[in-house]
């Protein structure tokens, strides 16, 4: 597994595990266990997602049975619209660090930038991390101007920004704003849910390499230093997603998906 270091000093494993929409105990059980056997140690969650509480379990679970230590496991968490502005966001860290059961959170990010409350939010989120229930600190879904709303009265700066990004939308702008800041981007929705694995281009690098499309997607991630939790809970596509670290994409291969951009 490689890792990327934020800001603070931390160590995030690139390839995530994004858990949307699994809300079942029984199934999040199955996929956490399976995940950290072939090595995942980086989970995906939030307060809208409403499986904090069962990602939480699995992960004690596996705790338990001696497959990991807690040190080793990297949960993500988020706040969600409703719960923005001051106060109502230092309630839902202690929401989310309660229902997660792992003492403090690896890192916390605000879900949307809601107009008028967001840096209010920050300023729940730096106390929380200053406090030490919160590891590291970040932002989801922020555009240029939002960091720039945040930085001009932050005690600290976002060290990550989880953004929607694939070889269809890949935001050269922002990324260079985030990457002239020291924020690392994380790409969520990394294979356009999966719209861009019939492209017979990434297909071709694909058979070029012995790999799945999807692999190869997720590999141009890792290769250009972003973060990337590709969402599973078929357990054949969760060992699929992790198997990307034997290979390595060539220039000319990272250039072909680098022109897919179909972004403005």
């Not at 990297?74 to 966001?89: D, I, M, R, T």
């Amino acid at each position: 597994m490689e890792h990327l270091e934020l800001g603070n000093g931390s160590k995030i494993p690139q390839l995530g595990l994004g858990t949307y929409k699994i809300t079942n105990a029984e199934q999040m059980e199955t996929v956490v266990l399976r995940a950290i056997t072939l090595g995942y140690r980086h989970f995906d969650t939030a307060a809208f997602y409403q499986n904090e509480a069962i990602l939480g379990a699995a992960i004690r679970k596996a705790i338990a049975q001696g497959l990991v230590k807690r040190q080793e496991i990297f949960v993500v968490s988020k706040l969600w619209n409703s719960e923005q502005g001051y106060p109502q966001a230092k309630l839902a860290i202690q929401k989310s660090q309660a229902a997660l059961g792992l003492g403090a959170i690896d890192l916390y990010l605000i879900h949307w930038p809601i107009r008028g409350l967001f840096t209010q939010s920050w300023r729940a989120l730096e106390e929380a991390y200053e406090a030490g229930q919160l590891k590291s600190i970040g932002v989801s879904n922020f555009a240029q101007d939002d960091l720039k709303q945040v930085m001009t009265s932050a005690k600290h700066m976002p060290l990550i920004n989880q953004i929607e990004f694939n070889p269809y939308l890949q935001r050269p702008a922002l990324l260079k704003f985030c990457q002239d800041h020291q924020i690392k981007v994380c790409a969520w929705s990394p294979l356009a849910r999966g719209q861009c694995l019939y492209e017979a281009a990434i297909v071709s690098v694909a058979n070029k390499h012995q790999k799945l499309a999807s692999q190869v997607v997720l590999r141009w991630q890792i290769q250009r230093g972003l973060v990337s939790i590709p969402k599973a809970s078929d357990l054949t596509h969760l060992e699929h997603n992790f198997d990307i670290f034997d290979f390595d994409l060539s220039q000319a291969d990272m250039r072909t998906i680098d022109l897919m951009d179909r972004a403005d």
